[in-house]
Each structure stands twice: as structure tokens, then as C-alpha cells.
């Protein structure tokens, strides 16, 4: 299994601003997802983060908006830039598990509201 | 690309009873995983069960069931004895292969009542 610790678990932002979402795993992972959950929605996905490479982006989702970094094979950060009402969600960093079941993990969650 | 359709948005049961929830899904593709996940308040995903398109056998997780059916493209959740602690919303997803990303359906929200 993975133990994912992401980092703020809400936040209360001005539009405008930017805040930077952290995702902390325990164990070595290759690929890191990003997904967004909006007000009674499902999740949809934003990206997926592969270490040493640029982050590969869903169609409606872009770099400038949605800037991430992978520094290494356990830590990644989403940013959500020059936010808007629009982009208060739910959002979530996701591994998965490689040592055998398949399963995928999840972050608690960042709750962002943008006023 | 893989769609998920879960088409019922709000079920409800009351507790002891046994409540089934439906998913459907559209792929090409042979071989590739399907999930429920089960997301409470609290915001956590968490992982009820698994199944893989290439064992025939339903999967089983204690009082969860599915019922995989793969020429159809089913893939339904049965809670067996339903509890309190079940109420949440329940996510149907898609995986083509190992290291993807998931597709999710909308979710079905299930309220168990005493």
C-alpha cells in the first residue's frame, strides 16, 4: 500500500492568487495523477506527473493554469494559478500501488475556495 | 476513449437490507481493471473492490459483491447487510492498464438509514 500525505487540506483564497497543492508518498512511485473534483461532481482527471519528464495534461486542463512539478519519485506539487470562483474544488493527488494489486491511492484532498 | 455511466444519482436503503448499484462502461479494449470506490464526507477515496476483465470469477470483499459482466459491459456493486458506516458516495472507474489514470463515473450517493 501507499500512505499519501497532501498538504493544505482546505484553503480560503482570493481570486487572482495562486496556491500550490503538496502530495508526499511513502514509497518510490513512477507516475503521480492529479485530479480535480468540482462541487458535487465526480473526479476528473488534470494530469499525470511521470518524475524526470513534463507533466502530460488532460484536454481543458493547461500548463499555465495547472503548473506541476516532480522533483523526485515521492513528492509532486499542483498549483492552481490566478484562480477564480470557477476553480474552487476538491483536488486530489493519486499513485498507484505497482506491487501487485494495482490499486490506486489517494490523497485526503485539498477543499479550495475561491472568493 | 473509456466512458463510465453510472445512472442511478441517489439510492437508498435501510440498514441490514441488501442494495445494488449499477455501472456500465464502454471500452475497446480486452483486457483492464474496474473499481468501486466509496468516498465519505471526509473526502477519502477508499477502495471497496477490484475486478479484472480477464478473471471471469465476481469479485468479493465481505458484504460487497460485484456482478461483472463483460460482454454487456456491467459491472454492478452489491452491499449485503448494509450498515450505517456505508453511507457515502460510490464511484464506478475505469482502468485500461497498470499505471494509468482512472475514469470515473459520476457517483451514485447511498444513504442507509436505521
Redesign the interface.
Known sequence: SAVISQKPSRDICQRGTSLTIQCQVDSQV??M?WYRQQPG?????IA?ANQGSEATYESGFVIDKFPISRPNLTFSTLTVSNMSPEDSS?Y?C?V?D?SG????F?G??T?LTVV | AQTVTQSQPEMSVQEAETVTLSCTYDTSENNYYLFWYKQPPSRQMILVIRQEAYKQQNATENRFSVNFQKAAKSFSLKISDSQLGDTAMYFCAFMSRPGYALNFGKGTSLLVTP
Open positions: 513512477t507516475m495523477f461532481q465526480s473526479l476528473t482527471l499525470t476538491i486530489l493519486s498507484e505497482r494489486t494495482d490499486e490506486a489517494f485526503q484532498g477543499r
